[in-house]
């Protein structure tokens, strides 16, 4: 499990440039059933094509580094 923590949060590493550079970022909440769940933050909590975000840029990056994940799920933090 720990082995794919290491890759989801690299993953996150190479994404996160892009979504500082509009003013948000991303963190890992959990990770159980190879489902990774993420929390979109800053500005793309409330951006219109957040959803496409987590699926093409997220989702895509996390999978590329740990295909076994099957599924990212973003939850609002407070």
Known sequence: ???T???VEKALEEIRPF???DGGDVALV???NNIATIALQGACKS???SQMT???GVEATIKKYAPHITEVVNI???
Request: proline share 5%; aromatic share 0%.
């Open 47 to 49: 951006c219109s094509v």
């Open 1 to 3: 499990m720990s082995n």
């Open 54 to 56: 987590l699926k093409n």
């Open 5 to 7: 923590k290491e890759l």
């Open 30 to 32: 959990s990770i159980k």
């Open 19 to 21: 979504l500082n550079a």
């Open 76 to 78: 609002s933090l407070p």
